[in-house]
């Protein structure tokens, strides 16, 4: 892992200009029955950071916990470094989405995240969090939904690295940002993936090699048009079909 192009993000202080008030992203990262009173304590508490530049760290394996992070703008990936000191990555964030969760178990971040393009988080300090949560019931049932979510989701990536074939793990990747692209009411069939060739095949298990053929092969097929990292789902049933479909 090439560490020494990541820089350390220090968050701002809190400005007016940025509010979950004026966030585009609001109706994905907060409950939709919080009213304006409520929505004001909660951005009292939340750090909203200048815009993180390109691989530059949020937080690192290792440092206490202490916030969890709403994506605002651009895009974030979670990574360990295993015992063979090769990065292994967890997940891709996009706006709307929250993560640092993996650090309330043992009070200390398990992973490292980082931007992928220029981006911006707020932070959310969790114990600010918890305090309020106990006067709005409803952001606490919030909480608590995009917590299971998330161990949903990391149940379900288990099962997909387990048992699945390299054609039904990118199709289900590319299903999975189609969904994501959805719920932010932005084309679900024209998507620009963040990431890399080499980051998709580290976080699915493959070869870049792999992963290079199934896209080629998708491609072709006219199920994808794909352009470096540019991908459009031409025809997306055919695509839900290859899920199910092993293939290599």
């Known amino acids: 892992m090439d560490t020494n192009s990541t820089t350390q993000h220090t968050p701002s202080q809190p400005t007016n200009l940025i509010n979950c008030q004026t966030c585009r992203m609001s109706n994905l990262c907060l ?9 004001y304590k909660l951005d ?8 993180l530049q390109p691989r530059e760290t949020i937080f690192s394996s290792g440092t206490p916990f202490t916030s969890i992070y709403a994506v605002r703008s651009g895009s974030v990936k ?6 063979d000191n090769h990065e292994q990555i967890t997940g891709f964030y996009l706006p709307g989405e929250i993560f640092g969760w993996d650090g309330i178990a043992e009070d200390q971040y398990q992973t490292t995240a980082i931007a992928l393009e220029t981006s911006s988080v707020c932070e959310i300090p969790y114990d600010k969090l918890e305090q309020l949560s106990d006067t709005l019931p409803e ?8 917590i299971s979510r998330e161990i949903n989701s990391d149940q379900q990536f288990i099962a997909l690295l387990a048992g699945f074939s390299a054609q039904q793990k990118l199709a289900s990747l590319i299903l999975s940002f189609s969904d994501r692209m959805a ?3 932005r084309s679900p069939t024209r998507l620009w993936l963040p990431m890399s060739r080499i980051e998709i095949s580290n976080y ?3 070869t870049i090699e792999t992963v290079s053929r199934v896209f080629g092969r998708l491609h072709k097929n006219n199920i994808l048009k794909v352009n470096k990292r540019e991908v459009e789902i031409l025809d997306k049933k055919r695509l839900e079909n290859l899920t199910t479909t092993s293939g290599n």
Not at 44 to 51: A, G, K
Not at 78 to 83: A, E, L, M, T, V
Not at 140 to 146: A, E, F, I, P, T
């Open 204 to 206: 699915l298990g493959l």
């Open 31 to 39: 409950p939709l029955a919080i009213d304006a009173q409520e929505l």
């Open 183 to 185: 719920r932010q009411k």
């Open 44 to 51: 009292e508490l939340i750090r909203h950071s200048n815009p």
């Open 139 to 146: 952001i606490k049932r919030h909480v608590m939904k995009l």
């Open 78 to 83: 979670s990574f360990f470094i295993d015992p």
